[in-house]
């Protein structure tokens, strides 16, 4: 039988705290960008010009149909570092963090398009109708009417993309960043408990999805119109 | 490594030619080297949708069962293997548990390389996978309602009957449309069996883009099979939707 040893794990908690903090700036960077960009793709993609309708719609195909290890490489080989090098010539900024936020960024978006797109469709015509009676512009009726109220259903869902989005963070282990999964890994390696990190990762990440999803439930039974 | 590559890169014009150049592989271009691991892609996922497929109609079933225990078993299962990464998964099963699974170990450890990343990479993704199939399966049933249940029960078939020759049949081709997309969603998270060195798709275009500093026309030609990959996917799970089509449903209207 395997004897465990969970001490090298004590010594490498203040490594394992910062490989969590980049984790979690992924995750965040993702989510804010996600939404921001995501909400605009959908909007575009039910608007009335249809070029640009299509275009959004070939964006969400797009990055749905490939899998994410292949927008990391995408995004470390080809599409980010010429952009950073043009912007900004002397930089001493991480390549591989700035990689990690645009990737994600633009690979959550299409998914948060999606949710906000059926939350839009959600909302029933008659309120549009009212709205536009009442001589508001397409523009206000966006924002003032239909948003609040689709955001509004959409949160669970969007919450439990945010899930789905904490974990495959572990993914930039592809571009060779440290997050939390990367230095759990890295001191595997050093230290020669590879099973103890790998555990421990893995119940960390158990914890803290099973404590965001059951936050999630509780708020759906509360929000649930 | 960003920083070897060509400024330019950007403006370089594609060199299809790349791909008639000898690969790594030995009597292979870099052509039929990634359509070697478009077939590995393809291979790793049918056989996962196999193993998750039985998988999650037995977890699936389990949570819909009268018994509590099976239904926590059931709940259970779908809970960790849904809220562990993927990749963390993958790792788990390649370097944890031949340490301590007794008869397993030593077994996995005399596999050549090739052999211990397939069998890890299909473990992994066929449980991972099992869950999310088990959930499909579950609202399948649920969709079904009390009424076939009980009306089974009152013809006198046993559970295991009313399951195999009522519910499972509706069920089942009640959620091909989200089976399909799960399938959709296995092959592209195979993709993360490159992580472990599987030589599937991503693994060779990243390695054709770094071997031939070719960034673009590798990551196009990978990004392309796997469009192609979904697109004879869902080929096959539209005749599948159709020739399954339930009568008396508002899908078997059109």
């Known amino acids: 039988m395997y004897a465990f040893d969970w001490s090298s794990i004590l010594t490498s908690l203040p ?8 984790t979690l700036e992924i995750t965040v960077v993702a989510i ?37 290890v ?7 080989l080809a599409l980010v570092p010429p952009v950073v090098r043009w912007l900004f010539p002397k930089t001493n900024l991480d390549l591989n963090l700035i990689i990690a936020f645009a990737a994600f960024a633009f690979f959550e978006a299409s998914y948060y398009a999606e ?31 239909i948003l609040p109220q689709a955001f509004r259903r959409m949160i669970p869902l969007l919450l439990t993309q945010a899930i789905i989005l904490l974990q495959d963070s572990s993914l930039v282990y592809v571009i060779g960043l440290a997050d939390f999964f990367g230095v759990a890994k890295n001191r595997a390696g050093s230290t020669g408990s590879q099973v103890e990190f790998i555990l421990f990762a893995g119940a960390v990440y158990l914890v803290l999805c099973l404590t965001m999803s059951t936050i999630v439930r509780q708020l759906q039974k509360r929000i649930t119109i | 490594m960003w920083f070897d590559f060509r400024s330019d890169a950007l403006l370089a014009v594609l060199d299809f030619s790349v791909f008639l150049s000898p690969s790594p592989e030995a009597g292979t271009n870099y052509l039929t080297y990634l359509l070697g691991g478009a077939l590995w892609t393809v291979i790793l996922s049918v056989l996962n949708w196999v193993i998750a497929f039985v998988i999650g109609s037995v977890i699936g079933v389990f949570r819909t069962l009268p018994s509590p225990t099976l239904s926590k078993v059931g709940a259970c299962y779908v809970e960790i293997f849904r809220n562990i990464p ?3 998964q993958l790792f788990i099963w390649f370097n944890v548990v031949p ?11 005399h596999l050549p390389s090739f052999w211990q990343q397939f069998t890890s990479a299909t473990l992994c993704l ?44 509706v069920a089942y081709r009640i959620i091909i449309p989200t089976l399909t997309s799960e399938f959709l969603n296995l092959i592209k998270n195979s993709a993360v069996a490159s992580t472990i060195g599987f030589v599937e798709l991503a693994r060779r275009s990243e390695s054709m883009a770094e071997l031939k500093s070719t960034v673009f026309e590798a990551l196009l030609a990978g990004t392309l099979l796997y469009g192609v990959i979904n697109l004879i996917v869902l080929f096959f799970s539209r005749a599948l939707e159709r020739s399954t089509k339930l009568p008396g449903l508002l899908g078997a209207q059109k």
């Open chain 1, 115 to 145: 949710i906000i797109r059926a939350g839009i469709q959600s909302i029933s015509k008659g309120q549009v109708m009212a709205a536009q009676a009442l001589g508001m512009t397409d523009g206000a009726v966006m924002r003032l009417v």
């Open chain 1, 15 to 22: 490594f394992l705290w910062q490989g969590m903090v980049i």
């Open chain 1, 32 to 68: 804010v960008v996600g939404i921001l960009l995501g909400t605009v793709i959908a909007v575009v993609r039910l608007s009335k010009n249809s070029v640009l309708s299509a275009i959004a719609a070939a964006y969400v195909t797009l990055f749905r149909s490939i899998p994410l």
């Open chain 1, 70 to 76: 292949m927008v990391l490489l995408w995004f470390q």
């Open chain 2, 99 to 109: 340490e301590w699974l007794p008869g397993f170990g030593p077994w996995f450890k």
């Open chain 2, 126 to 169: 066929g449980l991972f996978t099992g869950a999310r199939i088990a959930e499909q399966v579950r609202s399948g049933l649920r969709s079904l309602g009390r009424d076939q249940y009980g009306a089974g029960l009152a013809l006198g078939l046993n559970i295991r009957q009313v399951y195999n020759l009522v519910l499972l049949p």
């Open chain 2, 86 to 88: 993927l990749l963390v």
